[in-house]
T-cell receptor, first 116, second 111 residues
Framework: DAGVIQSPRHEVTEMGQEVTLRCKPISGHDYLFWYRQTMMRGLELLIYFNNNVPIDDSGMPEDRFSAKMPNASFSTLKIQPSEPRDSAVYFC??????????????FGQGTRLTVV | QKEVEQNSGPLSVPEGAIASLNCTYSDRVSQSFFWYRQYSGKSPELIMSIYSNGDKEDGRFTAQLNKASQYVSLLIRDSQPSDSATYLCAVNIGRDDKIIFGKGTRLHILP
């Protein structure tokens, strides 16, 4: 398996523009997580899905952020309008419910977003 | 109180010595605990998972869990320069499946 695939790897956009980040989870995984990483705040959970259904979006910072998972193999994270403080590395991760009843998340390569 | 806490470091350890990384968590019902390693500019990669009290060994790595003290640690034996990275502690919070990360400890192995 190719692992979790994210695109684009790098995105530079102007303030006010819409940004869409994409993620293809590992086939067979039923959980998908979106994280944001900054030096100041570390790795923050934004939202996660189980079987394509959003379970917890309490980490989404503002209404400018939205995420969808239309099917088991694709998810998007959209920021509209983008602001400079949104600059960060955004990671997508996927996992499956292991026998222990837990999930071990596997990460994509991340999207480095810069909003100027 | 933050959900998952780690000392940010940097922690400097001589090559060949044991590196000890620590993590505390706030939710008593958490059941699953993970250690990830992240090299600069790369994504986190899973090193160890632990679910029961006690020790779990995998090669040079040992994870230790003490649920009563809400404490989990990672020991790296025979530290190598290639172990220099940021180590992230992660915990599932409550009875949910969401995984929350600490801010990480930067480890530097001195040649």
């Amino acid at each position: 398996d190719a692992g979790v695939i994210q695109s684009p790897r790098h995105e530079v956009t102007e303030m006010g523009q819409e940004v869409t980040l994409r993620c293809k989870p590992i086939s067979g995984h039923d959980y998908l997580f979106w994280y944001r990483q900054t030096m100041m705040r570390g790795l923050e959970l934004l939202i996660y899905f189980n079987n394509n259904v959003p379970i917890d979006d309490s980490g989404m910072p503002e209404d400018r952020f939205s995420a969808k998972m239309p099917n088991a193999s694709f998810s998007t994270l959209k920021i509209q309008p983008s602001e400079p403080r949104d600059s960060a590395v955004y990671f997508c991760a996927s996992s499956f419910l292991a026998r222990q009843g837990s999930t071990e998340a596997f990460f994509g390569q991340g999207t480095r977003l810069t909003v100027v | 109180q933050k959900e998952v806490e780690q000392n940010s470091g940097p922690l400097s350890v001589p090559e060949g010595a044991i590196a000890s990384l620590n993590c505390t968590y706030s939710d008593r019902v958490s059941q699953s605990f993970f250690w990830y390693r992240q090299y600069s500019g790369k994504s986190p990669e899973l090193i160890m998972s632990i679910y029961s009290n006690g020790d779990k060994e995998d090669g040079r790595f040992t994870a230790q869990l003490n649920k009563a003290s809400q404490y989990v640690s990672l020991l790296i034996r025979d530290s190598q320069p290639s172990d220099s990275a940021t180590y992230l502690c992660a915990v599932n919070i409550g009875r949910d499946d969401k995984i929350i990360f600490g801010k990480g400890t930067r480890l530097h192995i001195l040649p």
